[in-house]
């Protein structure tokens, strides 16, 4: 139901405006804004977040090229590729930063974020970054690997509460879940801590079942992952970097998805969070951490792929000089976070390219990167 109209949409008179429509997403409505070239509302109404409603909403604005839809990134994203299937132009906004942009109102209503996003695509990048939407095959292989960490989380967790419950009662420790023979040195310690009819002992052995089942579970997705990565062209060029494995070359295949998007390669390390932070005021300048502000799981599987390229790759290796350099003068955490993030450009150049590794994807960096006073010499 519309609650307020500046003018009918339908007529003329205006042909020449600009509009930005707002829409805050929520599981059952969704709240929307439409504002114009000069801020000031011109319909809002809300419907159900289902496409068809939506479109019935704001059809007007599909009849003007000027037109731009603002939606936030995560829930909306479904409805976002569905309104540029029927020829919307769509901006999906950044959460973080559009939560931010939203807190300067003084009460939150979705009426009020529906018309703090549609102010936020007026305004442009300059107040909140958008977020590239992702095709189906690249959301849903994400996916896949988010319920993967999801499941070692839960393994992980029911493995240390038996644990903790054994040593509890005078037991030793229980091992690992993936070990061979886990099963059998668990339930061994649990017949002697406990007979069979103590009422704990059933709420153990549930335990030790579920840990069992989640170790097996987790054992498939990793050969499915693998022999997936091990047929895809692109994941066979990244697994050709020495340290990156399956996990990371998929990883790295979901999150980014589009390659060239990135105009320079060196900006990847930014997107996931891997550059270093600026803090400037008046004459005072310092460097800080790197941001955090990417994937999480994609900059931690970076890291772990940073430590076994030290181990792996060759001992004349320049990299692997320029980052063993670059350990005995700041550190060996410094280090792994430095080589993460130039490895993330060489898996870009080399995806960039169609070329391997060896085949030239490390020259490929070296010609993609800015100036850097650690940059390895080849």
């Known amino acids: 139901m519309e609650r307020a109209l500046a003018f009918c949409p339908g007529g003329g008179g205006m042909a020449s405006s600009r509009f930005w429509a707002g829409l805050d997403v929520g599981g059952a409505s969704t709240s929307i804004c439409v504002i114009d070239q000069s801020g000031a509302i011109v319909q809002e109404s809300a419907c159900p977040s289902e496409l068809p409603a939506v479109d019935r909403e704001i059809r007007w604005l599909r009849r003007r090229r000027s037109a731009r839809v603002g939606i936030e990134a995560?829930?909306?994203?479904?409805?976002?590729?569905?309104?540029?299937?029927?020829?919307?132009?769509?901006?999906?906004?950044?959460?973080?930063q559009l939560s931010k942009f939203l807190r300067v109102r003084r009460n939150k209503t979705d009426a009020g974020d529906a018309a703090g996003i549609a102010e936020a695509g007026r305004l442009g990048a300059s107040a909140v970054s958008r977020v590239f939407l992702k095709s189906l095959d690249a959301q849903a292989l994400q996916a896949e690997l988010t319920i993967r960490r999801q499941l070692i989380r839960q393994r992980v967790a029911t493995v240390n509460l038996l644990g903790r419950m054994?040593?509890?009662?005078?037991?030793?420790?229980?091992?690992?879940?993936?070990s061979n023979g886990f099963r059998i040195n668990a339930a061994k310690k649990l017949n002697a801590l406990f007979e069979r009819s103590h009422p704990l002992a059933?709420?153990?052995?549930?335990?030790?079942?579920?840990?069992?089942?989640?170790a097996d579970h987790?054992?498939?997705?990793?050969?499915?992952?693998?022999?997936r990565a091990s047929e895809d062209e692109?994941?066979?060029?990244?697994?050709?970097?020495?340290?990156?494995?399956?996990?990371?070359?998929?990883?790295?295949?979901?999150?980014?998805?589009?390659p060239h998007r990135f105009v320079h390669s060196s900006?990847?390390?930014?997107?996931l969070g891997l550059a270093p932070r600026l803090f400037q005021s008046g004459q005072s300048t310092r460097t800080g951490g790197i941001s955090k502000m990417g994937n999480r799981a994609m900059r931690a599987l970076l890291v772990q792929s940073a430590?076994?390229?030290?181990?792996?790759?060759?001992?004349?290796?320049?990299?692997?000089?320029?980052?063993?350099q670059l350990e005995q003068r700041r550190g060996r955490r410094i280090a792994r976070v430095a080589l993460a993030r130039k490895l993330a450009i060489i898996l870009l150049v080399s995806w960039k390219t169609n070329n391997s590794y060896c085949a030239g994807a490390q020259a490929g960096y070296m010609a993609a990167s800015r100036p850097d006073p650690d940059r390895p010499t080849v």
């Open 202 to 214: 059933k709420e153990l052995r549930y335990l030790l079942s579920l840990c069992e089942q989640l």
């Open 234 to 258: 692109i994941c066979r060029r990244l697994m050709s970097v020495p340290g990156v494995g399956p996990i990371c070359a998929l990883s790295f295949k979901s999150v980014i998805a589009d």
């Open 74 to 96: 995560g829930t909306g994203a479904s409805l976002a590729r569905g309104l540029r299937t029927l020829g919307y132009t769509v901006d999906i906004f950044e959460t973080r």
């Open 218 to 227: 987790q054992r498939e997705i990793d050969h499915e992952l693998s022999n």
């Open 166 to 178: 054994v040593d509890l009662f005078g037991g030793r420790s229980i091992g690992r879940a993936q």
């Open 267 to 271: 900006e990847i390390g930014s997107y």
């Open 307 to 324: 430590m076994v390229f030290m181990r792996s790759a060759p001992e004349d290796c320049a990299l692997r000089q320029w980052a063993t």
